[in-house]
């Protein structure tokens, strides 16, 4: 079992940055793939970032890569998302989810645990 807790979302304005972070409790949290969706008001979840369990390379979607960066901390047992230059169209929930020694995935399906989300909103 792992329970999930994100933080760092808030209000900031178009250009700005903010680094999300998602601290998780429970046993054997660098066993977990861990991913970074997002959904806004009216629309389905949609993958942000992921990052493996072990070796291999993050994965960024489109709409994000080269403006954030997905990164863990076994340690702390935390994943963060540093992400810049934010837009008006990056306003949404933000949640992160976690998968049993998984690679980077973008499915929200391969994911077995969630956070509650933290609420980023990019003013233009």
């Known amino acids: 079992q792992v329970q999930l807790v994100e933080s760092g979302g808030g209000l900031v304005q178009a250009g700005g940055s903010l680094r999300l972070s998602c601290a998780a409790s429970g046993r054997a949290f660098s066993n977990y793939g861990m991913g970074w969706f997002r959904q806004a008001p009216g629309k389905e979840r949609e993958f942000v970032a992921s990052?493996?369990?072990?070796?291999?390379?993050?994965r960024y979607a489109d709409s994000v890569k080269g403006r954030s960066t997905m990164f863990r901390d076994n340690a702390k047992n935390t994943v963060y998302l540093q992400m810049n230059s934010l837009k008006p169209e990056d306003t949404a929930v933000y949640y992160c989810?976690?998968?049993?020694?998984?690679?980077?995935?973008?499915?929200?399906?391969?994911?077995?645990?969630w956070g509650q989300g933290t609420q980023v909103t990019v003013s233009s």
């Open positions: 990052i493996p369990w072990s070796v291999g390379n993050t």
């Open positions: 989810g976690a998968a049993w020694r998984k690679g980077a995935s973008a499915r929200s399906s391969d994911y077995t645990y």
